[in-house]
């Protein structure tokens, strides 16, 4: 079933308060998804020739000093790290050199935390309600077609900045799989989000613009989705043509939401005034802003 949760702040002053607001929208979330949770957050720029890596590690004990870069954050099992160079740069070196961690993301603004376990013990283990940010993506899972893992939770990011939570299934997520790993995309799950996210990055890299990308999913992914995608300036949603997901999207002058239900919207300040709709099927819906 799982939930799907977003909050992009059009106005600053709610950015201080983004992680709250997600946290209590992933918890209201719990029953559609109570085998694992995650969010992806974007905040806190890289300094101009660093990069920024979210990094998870199986060992409680990892240490993260032992990486270089500048270890700027630790939740639970996962750090933030600045290293120098571009962000492809970056994750290939600290997978040749420590096979064992997990890059969870990597670019300049994008920090993604996910583990097994109820949104409420999430969301209180990350304190995610510490976090300030200009938008987050959230997710509560409920595994059909892949083993509970951290690994394996949402969202999914396979290009700098970018990244995917998903609720539905692909049918064709195999074949479409080791086609895209002939294009030289990683992909690291048996998890179709993973895969439609690699395909996004990949029609990117490509040279479509997002729009045109999320289209292409239209044509080339079967199946059903509703679909948050997170990028470095904002988000975007789109339904399969049958639309057979649930999605509700809100907005008010100060912020752009988006929930599997509406019960998740109802926490935020001003929802009773927030003009409400359901997104149509086969439609892009996309909010962004300049970045400083």
């Not at 209590?24 to 694992?36: H, I, T, Y």
């Not at 660093?50 to 939740?75: C, F, H, I, M, N």
């Not at 949402?154 to 900045?161: A, E, L, Q």
Request: glycine share 8%; proline share 5%.
């Amino acid at each position: 079933m799982c939930g799907i949760v977003g909050l992009f702040c059009k106005s600053t002053e709610l950015e201080p308060r983004l992680g709250e607001y997600l946290s209590a929208m992933l918890v209201q979330m719990d029953e559609r998804g109570p085998d694992s949770a995650g969010v992806a957050v974007y905040r806190d720029p890289a300094p101009p020739g660093l990069s920024k890596l979210t990094l998870y590690s199986a060992d409680p004990e990892q240490d993260w000093a032992a990486l270089g870069g500048e270890v700027t954050s630790t939740r639970a099992r996962h750090a933030v790290v600045l290293v120098e160079g571009d962000a492809d740069e970056a994750e290939t070196s600290i997978r040749e050199r420590f096979p064992e961690l997990r890059v969870m993301s990597a670019g300049r603004v994008i920090e993604i935390y996910k583990e097994v376990g109820r949104p409420r013990a999430f969301a209180e283990t990350f304190a995610l309600a510490d976090f300030e940010g200009t938008h987050g993506l959230g997710h509560t899972r409920m595994a059909t077609e892949s083993r509970v893992t951290t690994e394996g939770s949402h969202p999914f990011s396979t290009g700098h900045d970018l990244c995917l939570v998903h609720n539905g299934s692909l049918s064709n997520h195999n074949r479409l799989r080791e086609s895209l790993r002939r294009e030289g995309m990683e992909i690291q799950t048996e998890n179709d989000t993973e895969v439609a996210a690699a395909y996004l990055t990949w029609r990117l890299r490509e040279g479509a613009a997002l729009q045109q990308a999320l289209e292409g999913c239209l044509e080339d992914l079967d199946g059903f989705y509703t679909f948050l995608v997170g990028t470095a300036d904002g988000f975007a949603v789109l339904r399969d043509p049958i639309a057979c997901k649930p999605a509700v999207l809100a907005e008010t002058d100060d912020w752009v939401a988006m929930a599997s239900e509406y019960r998740a919207l109802a926490v935020l300040p001003g929802a009773a005034d927030a003009q409400i709709w359901e997104p149509e099927p086969s439609v892009v819906y996309a909010w962004e802003k300049a970045l400083v």
